[in-house]
């Protein structure tokens, strides 16, 4: 594989190939020496033209875990500000010699775009409402470990809950969810569907909640509200959040998901650290495996061998 | 499977194990702190038998596996697929670790397992134990214990399984 830019072009396989070879990643980092020299002499640049500290943090981190050297680049404080185009501060970066980027925007497929000016490996850590592919991947990384489903997804009830419309995660995982046989469901206000969902959708949560494996709330945001698509917060959180009845209604085995940074007392609404089923924290831990997976299976693995020659 | 040859039966791998086990008992004068670490993937069924066997005649000693793939220099220059997950859950500092691998051929393989094990401690020392010596060496790597010295040629193909050694 070249590039990582969506579940969907990556496919089945590859995505089945990542989380295998994030058991390998994981195994290395409880070692008390969690480093390997696989990638030594590769370089990857972290490009965020939107700000987000924990999925830089958890690359950077994957990269030094896999001993490649890392380069972030600093929007805010660069030539972007001056007026330089997206182009030409790739093809700067690149011509330092650059093994991968990886790159976050707020177009949709901004990556796609990056990896025609450039010969490196492209990475998506987010382009828009599109896609969050590596999110995708350490969720259902979570998933397999924490529920011992190592070869398939089949039958498992799966509720991703809040702003799907204008969630990349939503999309990703609804893809990589289904790709491995879970069912799926959308549970959300009208105003804050798409227009079109390949899987069932709910609006009310208590309907189904006794039923689920796993519940995946995602981030409910402020400007939703100001854009008046929810009437209020506090609505949301009696619909929609997490509170201590429903928790009380969740199987015993049902994981609870969330893909940070949380908003307690919305979507949240119990602490998640008083919940058994909290998965929370080892998806953050399970982040820096499957992202060390994506980096070496596109630098080391030679899996790319010959679509290069 | 035509111009294949068996050069080892089931028979002669079982007996090789046996003398081998016997070897490892007796350099390491007892077992004390001995510890069997399998290569992937090739290795780790040679390790397990060499563990049943040393268990049989003396007394149990740890077994574990090893995946050297992250640790190999030809990364990126050939495709690279990890075999299992390495299992190492017993201390290595201070262990008198024997590395088994089916078949030494360039000593690549050991060299990276070399490095991986010293990711997890600093044992006391290493040995090496092998089914199968090939020759063709490309680093100073020599085994310690091995079930069949076999010269062959680079273009040949050797198989080492419990069912037997092959060439082909």
């Given amino acids: ?309 | 499977m035509t111009d294949s040859k068996q050069v080892l039966g089931p028979d002669d791998v079982r007996r090789a194990v046996t003398r081998m086990a016997h070897e490892i008992i007796e350099r390491n004068h007892g077992l004390d702190r001995v510890a069997l670490i399998g290569l992937q993937r090739g290795g780790v069924w040679l390790a397990v038998a060499l563990a049943a066997e040393i268990a049989r005649i003396d007394h149990d000693i740890p077994v574990g596996s090893i995946d050297a793939s992250l640790y190999r220099d030809d990364i990126g220059l050939r495709p690279v697929s990890p075999g299992s997950v390495s299992d190492v859950s017993f201390e290595i500092d201070g262990a008198i670790v024997v590395l088994v691998d089916d078949v030494l051929y360039t000593g690549r393989t050991v060299k990276a397992a070399l490095d991986a094990i010293t990711d997890y401690g600093r044992p006391s020392a290493v040995q090496l134990a092998v089914l199968v010596d090939r020759g063709h060496r490309e680093l100073p790597i020599r085994p310690d214990y091995v079930g069949k010295n076999l010269p062959t040629s680079t273009a040949e193909q050797v198989v080492a399984t419990v069912e037997g050694v092959t060439i082909s």
């Avoid at chain 1, 999110?135 to 498992?156: H, K, V």
């Avoid at chain 1, 999309?171 to 798409?194: E, K, N, Y």
């Fill in chain 1, 1 to 309: 594989m070249k590039h990582f830019r969506s579940v969907d072009e990556a496919g089945p396989d590859a995505i089945r190939r990542l989380l295998d070879l994030a058991d390998h990643m994981a195994e290395v980092n409880r070692r008390p020496n969690p480093k390997v020299p696989a990638l030594r002499g590769k370089t990857v640049c972290n490009v965020f033209f939107e700000d987000s500290t924990r999925t830089r943090l958890s690359f950077e981190t994957a990269a030094k875990r896999l001993s490649a050297d890392i380069m972030n680049f600093a929007v805010s404080s660069s030539s972007v500000n001056k007026g330089e185009s997206l182009r030409d501060t790739i093809e700067t970066i690149a011509a330092m010699g650059v093994d991968a980027f990886v790159i976050r925007h707020k177009s949709s497929g901004v990556p796609w775009q990056v990896s025609d000016w450039t010969r490196a490996s492209v990475i998506n850590a987010g382009d828009g409402w599109h896609a969050h592919p590596t999110q995708a991947l350490l969720d259902c990384y979570t998933i397999r470990t924490a529920l011992n489903r190592t070869n398939s997804f089949d039958g498992l009830k799966i509720a991703i809950v809040g702003d799907i419309k204008h969630s990349r995660v939503a999309r990703s995982d609804i893809s990589a969810f289904t790709m491995l046989g879970a069912d799926v469901t959308l549970v959300a206000p009208r105003t804050l569907l798409p227009p079109e969902t390949t899987v069932p959708v709910e609006t009310n949560l208590d309907d189904i909640i006794e039923d689920l494996d796993v519940i995946y709330l995602l981030r409910m945001q402020q400007e939703r509200m100001t854009e008046s698509l929810v009437p209020s917060l506090r609505e949301y959180t009696t619909r929609f959040g997490l509170t201590p009845e429903r928790a009380r209604r969740l199987p015993e085995h049902a994981l609870i998901m969330h893909p940070g940074p949380m908003n307690r007392g919305v979507e949240m609404a119990v602490d998640p650290s008083e919940l058994p089923g909290s998965v929370i924290t080892q998806q953050v831990t399970n982040g820096i495996a499957v992202r060390m997976a994506v980096l070496f299976d596109l630098l080391g693995s030679g899996s790319n061998l010959e679509e290069n020659e």
